[in-house]
């Protein structure tokens, strides 16, 4: 079956860092992908859809410019959390829609930031 | 805008028990519809989903829902509870594609089970 790869599980950084998070497709090509965010005891919060090869487009409140989405391949997408403040940690989890499929999509088994 | 609702953040069972986890949805265009599985720091496994075809859809592990257009609900079942059930449910709608096919997310159910 599909499969999505996320790394890394789990991530302590200092405030001020920025970290890099990648979702790959690991047996599928995967047009576009999806990051969401979610705090403990909530649901997933769709961040931003990632389309291979153009920019990602991001919800309502989220900023781009503090998470970056490259989509370069249609295996790959990353988001990168810059200047990240303790206010970022949170479980981050990507999905990958595979190309031409029937709406499935995959979700990568989530990245826990911890910001100190 | 599409959304879903899931009725009880938090449902306890007894094991050998009938699961049921409520989820209404609105969309302005036909959804498709999902069920999700979420255990403690994992991803989502998909349990099952509805594309339009039979309403009533069977999953993994014994889960079943029915899409129910008249009453805009897509409710999860499972007649008979296992301990290895208790985590949280996801219920999601998609638009098809008409927005990007972005997937949207129910509020969660947790699910305990009850020896």
């Known amino acids: 079956g599909a499969v999505v790869s996320q790394h890394p599980s789990w991530v302590i950084c200092k405030s001020g860092t920025s970290v890099k998070i990648e979702c790959r497709s690991l047996?599928?090509?995967?047009?576009?992908m999806f990051w969401y965010r979610q705090f403990p005891k909530q649901s997933l919060m769709l961040m931003a859809t990632s389309n291979e090869g153009s920019k990602a487009t991001y919800e309502q409140g989220v900023e781009k410019d503090k998470f970056l989405i490259n989509h370069a391949s249609l295996t790959l997408s990353t988001l990168t959390v810059t200047s990240a403040h303790p206010e970022d940690s949170s479980f981050y989890i990507c999905?990958?829609?595979?190309?031409?499929?029937?709406?499935?999509?995959?979700f990568g088994s989530g990245t826990r930031l911890t910001v100190v | 805008a599409q959304s879903v609702t899931q009725l009880g953040s938090h449902v306890s069972v007894s094991e050998g028990a009938l699961v049921l986890l409520r989820c209404n949805y609105s969309?302005?265009?036909?959804?498709?519809l999902f069920w999700y599985v979420q255990y403690p720091n994992q991803g989502l496994q998909l349990l099952l989903k509805?594309?339009?075809?039979?309403?009533l859809v069977k999953g993994i592990n014994g889960f079943e829902a029915e899409f129910k257009k008249s009453e805009t609900s897509f409710h999860l079942t499972k007649p008979s509870a296992h301990m290895s059930d208790a985590a949280e449910y996801f219920c999601a709608v998609s638009d098809r594609g008409n927005q990007g096919g972005k997937l949207i997310f129910g509020q969660g159910t947790e699910l305990s089970v009850k020896p």
């Open positions: 999905s990958a829609r595979e190309t031409g499929g029937v709406y499935g999509y995959t």
């Open positions: 969309s302005s265009v036909p959804p498709y």
């Open positions: 509805y594309t339009s075809a039979a309403t």
């Open positions: 047996d599928f090509q995967a047009t576009t």
